[in-house]
């Protein structure tokens, strides 16, 4: 029995050593497993890591590619939209153009209308030439008419001036005339003013007197007094007696005889 026990002792003992060489050598694979797992974990995380930013890398790439497309789509709609309005300009011009071409057409048929066959105006150019040539000679008239105005007014200028000349001539042959008829003239005292000291003569502007004009007063052959012109009318004027040339005791009377002297 003893001996039984002692085998199971013995046997306990052994697999107890057999169990823990096991369980050691499980220790150790487990170790190396883990470290195995622990390197592969890394190596997956950097994997990821580098996935990531990989990942970011390609978002920013194409948010850049999104944002060149969208400026590219509109630099084309904006392209697009020039074409289109290009394209209408050039219709607009074209239709214009076509207008243009009927309506010269028309001024064309109505030229050959206008003027016979052999004429020189047969189309619009030369009917835009002719009005040219019109035009140029109208100018060349405007011209010339304007030369002549001026050459019209120097010729009136110096017709007035003659003329003013030769009124002025004989404005002073008439004055000259009535000076000279003047110094021939012989009018009469016809009132006496006592009170005032003036007379009255039947003689004035009329008979070319002025008021400068110098008169002596005779009674037959004698001269008694010499007067000053006061008042000058057309036919009669009114004079002062001038005090010293008044004779002595001698006075001017109603029908004595008036002269001019040295009147030139």
């Known amino acids: 029995m003893k001996k039984f026990i002692m085998a199971l002792s013995i046997l306990a003992m052994g697999g107890s050593a057999f169990l823990g060489v096991v369980n050691k050598q499980k220790l150790m694979e487990e170790k190396d497993l883990l470290a195995v797992a622990q390197k592969a974990v890394t190596e997956t995380q950097n994997q990821l890591n580098q996935t990531t930013a990989d990942l970011e890398t390609a978002k920013t790439e194409k948010t850049a590619a999104q944002d060149d497309r969208d400026k590219i789509s509109a630099s084309l709609s904006e392209t697009q939209q020039q074409i289109k309005r ?7 011009a074209e239709q214009e153009l076509e207008k243009m071409k009927v309506e010269k057409e028309e001024i064309d048929l109505a030229i050959k209308k206008l003027f016979p066959p052999g004429s020189q105006i047969q189309n619009v150019q030369q009917l835009q030439q002719a009005h040219q040539a019109l035009k140029d000679q109208l100018t060349e008239a405007e011209n010339r008419k304007t030369e002549l105005q001026s050459q019209i007014q120097q010729v009136q200028a110096q017709v007035a001036q003659s003329e003013q000349q030769v009124r002025e001539l004989e404005a002073y042959q008439i004055d000259r005339a ?15 003013n006592r009170n005032f000291g003036f007379v009255m003569v039947n003689a004035g502007q009329n008979l070319g007197v002025k008021p ?4 002596l007063v005779k009674r037959g052959q004698d001269r008694i007094a010499r007067l000053q012109i006061r008042e ?33």
């Open 178 to 192: 009535k000076q000279i008829a003047l110094n021939g003239l012989e009018a009469t005292v016809i009132a006496v």
């Open 232 to 264: 000058l009318e057309a036919n009669v004027l009114v004079a002062d007696v001038v005090p010293e040339s008044l004779a002595q005791g001698v006075r001017v009377l109603p029908g004595d005889k008036v002269i001019f002297e040295n009147t030139k």
């Open 212 to 215: 400068d004009s110098a008169m």
């Open 86 to 92: 290009q394209d209408a300009q050039i219709m607009t």
